[in-house]
């Protein structure tokens, strides 16, 4: 500043209020808004406790306004980013309260090494005792009976390339014994290559739905 000896400041962003050290009521002040999300939630406030000359905006050059709404503009950026971030993970820690309650499994498919892994629900609900399968054993595991259904909505949703989120319901044979019902909620991310887009990832939740298929089976029968 041209005066710094008789310079002071003072930032307010909500009800917090920082002054400089040596901070007096000023005489003369210019002041920036710091906005966040279009919203006015406080300002920075530069003065002078002792009368100056006059430049371009009272005593203050035109650089220092620049400078002072440049820095108000940025602070309001880094704001918005952080409350941004903290809103994800507070939705990301929901997502896994959700996940924990409904037991719902998670799910990850990598085209590139074709292969397959699996948490801990997932791993229920399939019956694998490994989290990570290649796609050879995976597809052992599904019914003979539902094996060309699968192959022919996956081999659909690739050359439709298909974003939108996907559900199919099938059955595994368990290697705890048995047959289980899974449904399985999944969205496949694509990715363009030399060849055009193709598939990356498909990511998704599965579901042990054997109860709802017997109840269901049950009622058709009734009502036959």
């Known amino acids: 500043m041209k005066y710094p000896e008789f310079a002071c400041c003072k930032i307010k962003y909500k009800d917090i209020v920082q002054t400089s050290s040596d901070y007096c009521k000023p005489v003369q002040k210019i002041k920036s ?3 966040v999300d ?3 939630m406080g300002f920075f406030e530069i003065g002078y406790i002792e009368t100056c000359p006059d ?3 009272g005593p203050f050059l035109f650089e220092e306004r620049l400078l002072l709404d440049s820095f108000t503009d940025r602070l309001g950026r880094i704001i918005e980013r952080r409350q941004t971030a903290e809103f994800m993970k507070t939705e990301n820690e929901y997502s896994e309260l959700i996940i924990k309650a409904t037991r719902l499994g998670k799910w990850r498919r990598n085209f590139k090494k074709d292969e397959f892994s699996f948490d ?3 791993c229920q609900h399939f019956g694998f005792t490994k989290h990570t399968l290649n796609a050879e054993d995976f597809w052992s ?3 003979p009976d539902d094996i060309d259904r699968i ?3 996956e081999r659909e949703a690739r050359e439709k390339i298909i974003r939108s989120p ?3 319901d099938y059955r595994i044979i368990h290697q705890y014994g048995g047959v289980r019902w899974v449904r399985v909620n999944f969205q496949i991310e694509f990715v363009e290559t030399k060849n055009g887009l193709m598939p990356n990832l498909a990511v998704g939740t599965s579901q042990d739905i054997t109860n709802q298929k017997k109840a269901e089976e049950e009622l058709g029968k009734k009502n036959r």
């Open 120 to 122: 801990d629900n997932a």
């Open 141 to 143: 595991h599904i019914h």
């Open 38 to 40: 279009d919203e006015e």
């Open 33 to 35: 808004i710091i906005r």
């Open 55 to 57: 430049e371009f905006e």
């Open 151 to 153: 192959h022919f909505e």
């Open 166 to 168: 996907l559900t199919s």
